[in-house]
């Protein structure tokens, strides 16, 4: 596969990401995202590839078109859905809709969770996480040995996972909704998806919620209270605990494998990271 190129004065820049950018083609059928210079093409090209297997799943997602570079990023282009809406931009314009749409998406969630995966073709989430702690060069010895550990105390499962489930990663054109940014597709249990949800809603700093999300971290808040109600079809303070803290494991282990992937293996992780992880593994 080779990364065909492509001239931005075709396209209009219409989103940013932690991760990438987004321009809509001036032909209005199709959208590039590119990933931000120091991604390698790899990284582009492997979630071209889940996304293309996930569309041929038959699972509501923009086709994958091609793989592309402007020069200095690589990334891949999309059918461009016309007319969509994040659920995440919807909210920010119309605070009225919280509520509905966190209870589509809890909704939307649980039916992807309940979905049967193609283990054959799809990676095990416990691999990649294994695959990410021992070769991330950062982490102290003794914390993967705590993480490992905890890692081979958890079960697997062969559902669907989106790999990065926020209510910012799927869209809407008023008739089909869609997943989107699903390059971390793959199988295991939900608590996977959930965990680092919890972790977004609960431990990032108002200026990441709304370059992320478009949303403040009180409506987050508010988000992921009807979310995790309708989610786990309880509305019991004790039962709401016990599935929370259930996620700490996962929550220490997705958040080791995203930091992996962010500092390419190599690059420094904070004390207050660190002590983070650690905690999450109590």
Known sequence: MTYEPINLDDYIQTGEGGTAITYNHRNGRTLAKLFTPGYAAETARREFLVNRLVFDMGLPTPEPI???????????EYELIVGKR??????????GQLEPLSLLFARLSRELHATKADTARLPDMRSLVRDAVVRFESLPQNLKVLLLDALDAL?????CLHGDLHIGNIITDGKRNLWIDVGDFAYGRP???LAMMYYAEKHISEERAQ?????GLDTLAKH???FSKAYWNTENPEELEAHVKGLGPYISLKLTYVLCKLHDRKGPVSEGLLKLIENYLR
């Open 66 to 76: 091609r793989l592309i570079t402007d020069g200095t990023r690589y990334g891949a």
């Open 86 to 95: 994040s659920f995440t931009r919807i909210i920010s314009q119309e605070p």
């Open 155 to 159: 079960h697997s499962a062969d559902t």
């Open 191 to 193: 608590e996977w998806d």
């Open 211 to 215: 370059s992320i999300f478009h949303l």
């Open 224 to 226: 992921w209270d009807v």
